[in-house]
Every structure is written in structure tokens, then in C-alpha cells.
């Protein structure tokens, strides 16, 4: 299974350098977002007007971040960005995300409450706690692996159109956990978050035996540059691998039918 999925990231990868023109609209893209989201932060809530200011960032930045989201798995899709297609499909992982960004919310409240009963329960003297190892632990599989799995694969369906209108959504719900936790889609996560997460993570913040503002400010910023194209890249074939090997089931006048985005089931497929 490792060898497998490793030989598909590393095509994937290579099939994405090869299209200098579909990564540049992706930066672009991810530019963007980048800059709303810092003029979300600089922004201040002293009057009104800023208050909707401050509303209207955050809407943007929601929309942009859904619309790179569409435009990667459009290219994966359809080999394409067609983008009256992104716009709609944009709208899909909005609706589609509320309900999870809602349910790790209450998760997470619970789990600060469950957590809570067990404080004090370790002596302070240890220098384990392990009731925080633990729920530090949990939390990290929940928020870091579980959730944004899951929400990925939520995302490609709906952008997909599998199974809207005839399939329950206990159904989509059911084909959206097992294609999201197959061994090959929990390893390719896997290695997408060691790209975009942990790499990105160790060039900011690795300490380099160097002084002075002369060496400081340019190293800087070729850090911020390396944390960028490293966040972005590693994103963009995480999501796009996911997208090409997932397999959806969708129910088609009684009939149940495998759709396969690999480029030889799935006749919109031309990317890969």
C-alpha cells in the first residue's frame, strides 16, 4: 500500500509541474486569500463602518478559500478550470462545510468540558500529565487528521455532484467515511500533511546560526517564500491525489454504479 500511493503522489506531482499555468491561477488564488486574511487581521472595530469591514473580510476569505478549494478539484476532475463551474461548485462546499465547521465547534467545547473533569486528577508533582497527553493527542487526530479528511472528500463529492438528489444523505455520509479512511486515503493525507503542515512548520521556524540584519531580512523572506509554495504545493496534491483516486457510489435509476476519478473510469476525467 506505501509503495503504491507514494508512486501516485510522486506522478501527481509531476503531471501539476508540468502545468506551470494551472499552479500560477492556484497561487494566485491562494495570493489572494493571503492578503484578505491579513487585512482581516490589521483591521480594526472602533466604528461601524470598520465592523463591516471586518464582516466583509471575513466573507471574502471564506469564498476565496472555498474557491481554490473548487478550482483544485475541478482540475483534478476535468482536467480544466472552467470558472462559472468553480463559482457554483464554490457555493456547494460552503453549504457542505457549515455543518462541520459546526460540529467541531461542539466537539471541541465537549471535549474542553470532558477535559476539564480531569484536572487536578494527576498530582502536580508528576512530570506527566497524562489526561492532557491524552486529550492533546485526541484532538490531534480529531481536528488534524479526522475532520479535514473527511471534510475533503465531503468536498469532492459535492463538487463532483455524486449522489445530490437521489442518494439519502446518510447514504452520502456513509460512501463520504469509507472513501475518506481507506488505507490509501488516510496515506495520502499522511504524506500531503508532512507537505503542507510539517515542512512549511520546520522552514519557519528552524533556528539558523546566522546574524545581522543584512543576513536576517533576505533569509526572512526566503522562508515566507519556501513556507508559501511548500503550503501551497503540498495542498494542491494532497487534494488533487484524493480527488483522482477516490471512489463514489451513487445510485442511478435503482442501480448502483462505481465512479472512479483515474482518468480510465471516469469519462470527464483528463488530468491524469
Known amino acids: 500500500m506505501l509503495k503504491p500511493t507514494i508512486q501516485t ?6 503531471r501539476l509541474w508540468q502545468r ?26 472602533a466604528s461601524f ?9 471575513s466573507l471574502a476569505a471564506s469564498l476565496e478559500f472555498m474557491m481554490l478549494q473548487a478550482a483544485i478539484i475541478d482540475n483534478a476532475q476535468n482536467g480544466t478550470i472552467n470558472w462559472p463551474r468553480i463559482l457554483r461548485n464554490s457555493l456547494k462546499l460552503v453549504k457542505v462545510t457549515l455543518p462541520v465547521i459546526i460540529f467541531s465547534v461542539a466537539l471541541f467545547l465537549v ?5 476539564s473533569g480531569f484536572t487536578g486528577a494527576t498530582s502536580s508533582q508528576q512530570s506527566l500529565h497524562w489526561p492532557a497527553l491524552l486529550f492533546s493527542t485526541l484532538r490531534w487526530l480529531l481536528f488534524g487528521i479526522t475532520l479535514p479528511l473527511a471534510t475533503i472528500h465531503l468536498w469532492i463529492q459535492a463538487a463532483g455532484g455524486i449522489g445530490e438528489k437521489k442518494t439519502s444523505i446518510l447514504r452520502r455520509g456513509r460512501t463520504v467515511l469509507s472513501n475518506a479512511f481507506t488505507p490509501a486515503s488516510v496515506l495520502t493525507y499522511t504524506i500531503g500533511l508532512v ?8 522552514i519557519l521556524f528552524l533556528q539558523l546560526p546566522l546574524k545581522g540584519a543584512r543576513t536576517d531580512f533576505p533569509i526572512l523572506i526566503g522562508r515566507l517564500v519556501l513556507v508559501f509554495l511548500t503550503t501551497l504545493f503540498g495542498w494542491v496534491l494532497t487534494v488533487t491525489a484524493s480527488a ?7 445510485s442511478v435509476d435503482g442501480e448502483d454504479a462505481a ?3 483515474n482518468g480510465r473510469v471516469h469519462r470527464r476525467s483528463q488530468f491524469v
Open 49 to 57: 463602518a470598520q465592523v463591516l469591514l471586518t464582516l466583509l473580510l
Open 195 to 202: 507537505l503542507f503542515a510539517l515542512v512549511p512548520y520546520a
Open 244 to 250: 483522482q483516486n477516490i471512489v463514489a457510489t451513487d
Open 9 to 14: 503522489m510522486i506522478a501527481t506531482a509531476r
Open 259 to 261: 465512479v472512479k476519478f
Open 20 to 45: 506551470p499555468g494551472m499552479l500560477a491561477v492556484f497561487a494566485t488564488l491562494y495570493a489572494v486569500l493571503i492578503a484578505t486574511l491579513y487585512a482581516f487581521a490589521m483591521a480594526s472595530e
Open 111 to 115: 471535549l474542553n468540558r470532558w477535559e
